[in-house]
């Protein structure tokens, strides 16, 4: 199921877009899976392994809010948002963390094996720096996108909308893999905004409706544990469904090219 992608669907073909290769010839490059089909298998996995992804999330987060909340007084709730240190930590380590850790763990499901969280954890924490890397260099090229004239910043958000992913699993250092997300996202920038707001509504809602609920008792233990819980599912949703966004990226793109092992790698030896 969470293998290469059919081109048959519910007895539906999916449509194709011309995608020319390198050898000079043409080849038909299928449009990408909906996002409504990746969110639905971003549920599937949660409830295959809701204990491995609750825990590879907690286990990030948990320290990451405690340590905010010691050192600034606020919880995971606070309606404040500040461009700080916990903002710089957030993007440059939390995220590219657990980014690493979902697309690591979604590998092995594709390779037909059961994720063992020791194992998954070595990985993450092995690609780390590549993926920290990379989330600081397309963060920062994005900002002054935005800030020369917004849209080089848009285009270059959705032209390296999986750069990290492709750092974690294809160990090819942090600027193949911006080379990589944006070979991966050509023509399909459409269907990553659809994408992006879709999952940015199910990943924030809760978070919005906490801090709603809180009312400036963000620090309370209760507020405080909801606070995690809710981070956590936010960030590890967000990181899971991205990771099957790259995974079927990848396979289209290897079925119109299939020189290209999928990935980068053969599915289940990512080390």
Do not use: C
Request: hydrophobic letters at 55%.
């Amino acid at each position: 199921m969470f293998g290469n992608v059919p081109r048959r669907i519910r007895g539906i073909r999916r449509p194709v877009i011309l995608f020319r290769v390198t050898d000079g010839g043409t080849r038909a490059l299928r449009e990408p899976e909906p996002a409504r089909a990746l969110v639905g298998k971003t549920f599937q996995l949660y409830r295959r392994y809701p204990l491995l992804f609750l825990t590879l999330a907690l286990g990030v987060v948990a320290p990451y809010d405690l340590v905010v909340l010691l050192a600034k007084g606020s919880g995971p709730l606070a309606k404040n948002s500040e461009l700080g240190l916990n903002y710089l930590l957030a993007v440059f380590l939390i995220s590219p963390l657990i980014s690493a850790l979902h697309i690591h763990a979604v590998a092995e499901v594709r390779a037909g094996r059961t994720p063992r969280l020791g194992d998954i954890a070595a990985r993450g924490l092995r690609v780390l720096p590549t993926a920290a890397a990379t989330a600081i260099m397309t963060t920062l090229g994005i900002l002054l996108g935005f800030v020369a004239l917004i849209v080089p910043g848009i285009i270059l958000t959705f032209r390296w909308y999986v750069a990290v992913q492709a750092a974690a699993i294809e160990h090819e250092g942090w600027l193949p893999a911006i080379r990589r997300s944006r070979e991966l996202t050509q023509g399909v920038y459409l269907h990553l905004f659809g994408f992006a707001i879709l999952i940015g509504i199910i990943a924030e809602v809760p978070l919005l409706l906490g801090r709603a609920g809180v009312t400036g008792h963000d620090t309370l233990a209760a507020a405080f544990i909801v606070g995690v819980l809710l981070h956590a599912f936010a960030l590890a949703f967000t990181a899971l469904a991205t990771a099957l966004l790259y995974f079927d990226l990848a396979a289209r793109q290897e079925a119109a090219s299939p020189e290209r092992e999928l990935g980068g790698v053969e599915p289940g030896h990512a080390q």
